[in-house]
Structure formats: structure tokens, C-alpha cells
């Protein structure tokens, strides 16, 4: 969380995202190296206008948008009351943890809210906003394309809304060839290459990872 502090407080103030990245990640002990540990800078961007207090609340505004949206979508395919209440609580207890702690600093939850949001507002006539909150979504987030992808499969029977999904595919690529090129140009005589990101802890991880992924985190 510092970390992402630090680059957005560097970013406001004119500074380049890359170079800056990568002095902090070497600075605090993070690989630079493959160039996909380098967040993509979209969310940075949006902390550096927005400011902390800012890009908090912006968070927790997305969340109850689309909270809201998905009960109205509930509600107008005909699903039972008894259901859209379950829909609800369990919707619901997933997004507060938007409003807990430093999570707006972390961009899986901003992809989150945002794939959340593009399901909700989506319809075979009225497609094209879901389309580009998945874009927005993946250009946070790159372990966002798996829904682009799913999202392509679904709509493959209508040829316009299919070319849009793949669009967003091509287009997102496009984006992340030119982030790797520019984290590729900032790194370091010597990178720091990352060991993993996959590490096998036994069950206290797999509970700890649950905590911290909800709103158990704040008890």
C-alpha cells in the first residue's frame, strides 16, 4: 500500500510512472522483473487525480452502483424476492469490502466492482456499456481478460456485440505489448527477477487468504 502511495504521490507531481515504479519497487525490496509485476498504471493515474480520500470513496460509490444495478437487473428478469435477497446479502457482504481498510489501493478490487457492474448493466439490445467496463476492468486489472474471453463466448451468437468483446481483447493487447515495452525501457542495469508468485502455505494460508479477502479482514 505504500508503495502504491508513494508512486501516486510521485505521479501528481509530475513524475513518470515507470521510472518511478520501478525505483520504488527496488527500493522496498520488489522484483521488477518479468515485466507483468509492474502494475499496469491505470488506477495510478486515477489516485493521482483523485487523491486518497478521493479514490476511496470513488471506490465505494462504484460498489454501491453496482450493487444497485444488479438488484434492479434481479428484479426486471422476474427472479423471486426470496433470491434477490439472497443476492443481496451475499453480493453485498462481498463489495463492503470495498470500504474496508486501504482496498481501494488494490487493483483486483477496482476490476472487481467493474466486471460486477458490466454483468449488471448488460442486455442483447443494450451491450455496449458492459463492453467498456470490462475494458476498463482489464486496464486495471489483466486478470480481468478471463471474463472478456467468457464474455465473448456468450455473446458469439450476435456478431456485433462478439466483434465488440473482441475488440476489447484486441485493443487491451494492444495495451499491454506497449506497458511491457515501457516497463521493459525503465528496468534496472540489473532486474530483479521475480521467484514466483505461487507458494503453497497448507490450510492457515488458504484461511488467511479468506480473511483478507473479505470483510472478516476488519475484525
Same mark, same amino acid.
Request: proline fraction near 5%; include cysteine.
Given at each position: /500500500?505504500d508503495?502504491?502511495?508513494e508512486?501516486?504521490?510521485?505521479?501528481?507531481?509530475?513524475?513518470?510512472?515507470?521510472s518511478?515504479?520501478?525505483?520504488? %519497487?527496488? %527500493?522496498?525490496?520488489?522484483?521488477?522483473?518479468?515485466? =507483468?509485476?509492474?502494475?499496469?498504471p491505470?488506477?495510478?493515474?486515477v489516485?493521482?487525480?483523485?487523491?486518497? $480520500?478521493?479514490?476511496?470513496?470513488?471506490?465505494?460509490?462504484?460498489?454501491v452502483?453496482?450493487?444497485?444495478?444488479? =438488484?434492479?437487473?434481479? @428484479? !426486471?428478469a422476474?427472479?423471486?424476492?426470496? @433470491?434477490?435477497?439472497?443476492?443481496? $446479502?451475499?453480493?453485498?457482504?462481498?463489495?463492503?469490502l470495498?470500504a474496508?481498510g486501504?482496498?481501494?489501493?488494490?487493483?483486483?478490487?477496482w476490476?472487481?466492482?467493474l466486471?460486477?457492474?458490466?454483468i449488471?448493466?448488460r442486455? @442483447?439490445?443494450?451491450?455496449? #456499456?458492459?463492453?467498456?467496463?470490462?475494458?476498463?476492468?482489464?486496464?486495471v !486489472?489483466e486478470?480481468?481478460?478471463p471474463?472478456?474471453?467468457?464474455m465473448?463466448?456468450?455473446?458469439?451468437?450476435r456478431?456485433? @456485440?462478439?466483434?465488440?468483446?473482441?475488440?476489447?481483447?484486441?485493443?487491451?493487447?494492444?495495451?499491454?505489448?506497449?506497458?511491457?515495452?515501457?516497463?521493459?525501457?525503465a528496468?534496472p542495469?540489473? #532486474?530483479? $527477477?521475480? %521467484?514466483?508468485?505461487?507458494?503453497?502455505?497448507?490450510?492457515?494460508?488458504?484461511l488467511?487468504?479468506?480473511? =483478507?479477502?473479505? /470483510?472478516?479482514?476488519a475484525?
Amino acid at each position: /500500500v505504500d508503495l502504491y502511495r508513494e508512486t501516486a504521490a510521485k505521479v501528481a507531481a509530475g513524475a513518470d510512472y515507470y521510472s518511478t515504479v520501478i525505483a520504488w %519497487q527496488l %527500493q522496498h525490496g520488489y522484483p521488477t522483473s518479468p515485466f =507483468m509485476v509492474v502494475r499496469l498504471p491505470t488506477l495510478t493515474f486515477v489516485e493521482a487525480a483523485l487523491g486518497p $480520500v478521493g479514490t476511496s470513496v470513488a471506490l465505494v460509490a462504484l460498489a454501491v452502483i453496482a450493487l444497485l444495478a444488479t =438488484m434492479v437487473r434481479l @428484479e !426486471r428478469a422476474g427472479i423471486g424476492f426470496a @433470491e434477490r435477497l439472497a443476492a443481496l $446479502v451475499l453480493l453485498g457482504a462481498g463489495l463492503a469490502l470495498t470500504a474496508v481498510g486501504p482496498v481501494a489501493w488494490f487493483h483486483d478490487a477496482w476490476a472487481g466492482v467493474l466486471i460486477v457492474l458490466a454483468i449488471a448493466v448488460r442486455s @442483447e439490445k443494450v451491450w455496449w #456499456p458492459s463492453v467498456l467496463l470490462g475494458l476498463a476492468a482489464v486496464c486495471v !486489472r489483466e486478470l480481468a481478460l478471463p471474463f472478456l474471453l467468457v464474455m465473448l463466448v456468450v455473446a458469439w451468437p450476435r456478431r456485433r @456485440e462478439a466483434a465488440a468483446w473482441g475488440g476489447a481483447i484486441v485493443a487491451f493487447c494492444g495495451v499491454y505489448l506497449l506497458h511491457a515495452l515501457a516497463v521493459q525501457a525503465a528496468q534496472p542495469p540489473v #532486474p530483479v $527477477v521475480s %521467484q514466483g508468485w505461487l507458494q503453497f502455505g497448507g490450510v492457515p494460508f488458504l484461511l488467511a487468504s479468506v480473511r =483478507m479477502s473479505s /470483510v472478516l479482514s476488519a475484525v
